[in-house]
Nanobody, 123 residues
Framework: QVQLVESGGGLVQAGGSLRLSCVASGRIFSNCAMAWFRQAPGKGRELVAA????????RYADSVKGRFTISRDNAKNTAYLQMNNLIPADPAEYSC????????????????WGQGTQVLVSS
């Protein structure tokens, strides 16, 4: 099976930065597309950012464009989410996910999920 383990969450002041990491292991496809989702208390799960297996394409939710950056290191089977200028709307449980395809599409599915890491923002 596939294992995805997130780390890097924590408490940061508004305007600060955090970098989340997601390490994939197990029976994963090489260069699979990966994504970050978040779910705030009382709200549904939201797609935050996605990156193709080739590293050529990325997509972001409108709410995080210009502030968050998704990247990956395929040699380490790791995806990252750099979060800058955090605002009070950003606190949530952030989870990484892996697809079983390399390209990004509007109808793609993410088959494997991590356990999540908490992000909190203080004033």
């Amino acid at each position: 099976q596939v294992q995805l383990v997130e780390s890097g969450g924590g408490l940061v002041q508004a305007g600060g930065s955090l970098r989340l990491s997601c390490v994939a292991s197990g029976r994963i496809f090489s260069n699979c597309a990966m994504a970050w989702f978040r779910q705030a208390p009382g709200k549904g799960r939201e797609l935050v950012a996605a990156i193709s297996g080739s590293d050529a394409f990325t997509r972001y939710a409108d709410s995080v464009k210009g502030r968050f950056t998704i990247s990956r290191d395929n040699a380490k089977n790791t995806a990252y989410l750099q979060m800058n200028n955090l605002i009070p709307a950003d606190p949530a449980e952030y989870s990484c996910a892996a697809a079983r395809q390399a390209f990004l599409s509007s109808r793609m599915e993410y088959d494997d999920w991590g356990q999540g890491t908490q992000v909190l923002v203080s004033s």
